[in-house]
């Protein structure tokens, strides 16, 4: 591959290999709500080095986003909103020396191993998320509140939580591997693929209203949101915009298993 866009098929909210689907609690709902599954468009990684010499570790990188993702969007249902996450971008930070110091100490091994643990945290975070802390914000009175404060909590799990997490072995790896030396190096790989990313999560907060006639939008109340974290900051912007076409049909369907 010689572009710097690494194809993400499946990364936005995969809770394991063999669950493709995650709920979570409503305040105003007793009665958890299942995900609805569409086709997204796919989500991009970056590096912001943009040399040639870094394009074998794209690929490498990119091999291990095909061969354990599939194309998937998730809505959530709290009350009367739906989240859906539209886009999800992550910019790796190549000019680290730390993570240039790994890419040339680290065998492939370790770089796809690395990748994998790197992919399996951040969705479990996002899981984290939104099963503990989405019933807590309230969007229709308080959106600029709320958005900001879901911004700084994924931040929290994210990054803030790291490096004690991972100095403490409090992170689980799925499939580690044996070799012990192997098991080290993809270890620090993830560590520095966590420190030197920046994430861009797009999408759409969107109130829904059922009658008669099935499950519709709410003309007008759909708000659009922008949440930036990474290591150092976490913060969220929005505006009041009704869902294109490709993302409002979907979810005006009831929410069904995957």
Same mark, same amino acid.
């Given at each position: 591959?010689?572009?710097?866009?690494?194809?993400?098929?499946?990364?936005?909210?995969?809770?394991?290999?063999?669950?493709?689907?995650?709920?979570?609690?409503?305040?105003?709902?007793?009665?958890?709500?299942?995900?609805?599954?569409?086709?997204?468009?796919?989500?991009?990684?970056?590096?912001?080095?943009?040399?040639?010499?870094?394009?074998?570790?794209?690929?490498?990188?990119?091999?291990?986003?095909?061969d354990?993702?599939?194309?998937?969007?998730?809505?959530?249902?709290?009350?009367?909103?739906?989240w859906?996450?539209?886009?999800? #971008?992550?910019?790796i +930070? @190549?000019?680290?020396?730390?993570?240039k %110091?790994?890419?040339s100490?680290? $065998?492939? *091994?370790? &770089?796809?191993?690395?990748?994998?643990?790197?992919?399996?945290?951040?969705?479990?975070?996002?899981?984290?998320l939104?099963?503990?802390?989405?019933?807590?914000?309230?969007?229709?009175?308080?959106?600029?509140?709320?958005?900001?404060?879901?911004?700084?909590?994924?931040?929290?799990?994210i990054? #803030?939580?790291?490096? +004690? @997490?991972?100095?403490?072995?409090l992170? %689980?790896?799925?499939?580690?591997? $044996?070799? *012990?030396? &192997?098991?080290k190096?993809?270890?620090?790989?993830?560590?520095?693929?966590?420190?030197?990313?920046?994430?861009?999560?797009?999408?759409?907060?969107?109130?829904?209203?059922?009658?008669?006639?099935?499950?519709?939008?709410?003309p007008?109340?759909?708000?659009y949101?922008?949440?930036?974290?990474?290591?150092?900051?976490? +913060?969220?912007?929005?505006?009041?915009?009704?869902?294109?076409?490709?993302?409002? $049909?979907?979810?005006?369907k009831?929410?069904?298993?995957?």
């Amino acid at each position: 591959m010689k572009m710097m866009n690494i194809i993400l098929s499946l990364f936005i909210l995969v809770v394991s290999a063999n669950v493709k689907g995650a709920s979570f609690q409503s305040a105003n709902n007793s009665s958890p709500k299942l995900v609805i599954r569409n086709p997204v468009t796919q989500p991009t990684v970056t590096f912001t080095n943009g040399k040639q010499k870094y394009f074998p570790y794209l690929d490498t990188i990119n091999d291990v986003f095909r061969d354990e993702s599939e194309n998937i969007k998730y809505a959530f249902e709290s009350g009367d909103y739906r989240w859906v996450i539209t886009d999800f #971008d992550i910019s790796i +930070n @190549n000019r680290s020396p730390y993570l240039k %110091k790994k890419f040339s100490t680290t $065998k492939i *091994e370790g &770089l796809l191993k690395g990748t994998t643990y790197f992919l399996s945290y951040i969705n479990e975070k996002i899981k984290c998320l939104v099963t503990q802390h989405m019933k807590k914000y309230d969007f229709e009175n308080n959106y600029d509140g709320s958005s900001k404060k879901l911004a700084n909590d994924l931040k929290a799990l994210i990054y #803030d939580q790291f490096d +004690n @997490n991972f100095k403490n072995n409090l992170i %689980k790896y799925e499939r580690e591997p $044996k070799n *012990e030396k &192997l098991k080290k190096k993809a270890k620090k790989f993830f560590k520095a693929l966590v420190q030197n990313s920046d994430m861009k999560i797009k999408g759409y907060f969107v109130k829904i209203r059922k009658d008669q006639k099935g499950t519709r939008l709410t003309p007008n109340v759909s708000r659009y949101f922008n949440v930036n974290i990474n290591i150092n900051k976490g +913060n969220a912007t929005h505006d009041f915009l009704h869902p294109k076409s490709n993302v409002g $049909k979907p979810v005006a369907k009831p929410l069904r298993k995957p």
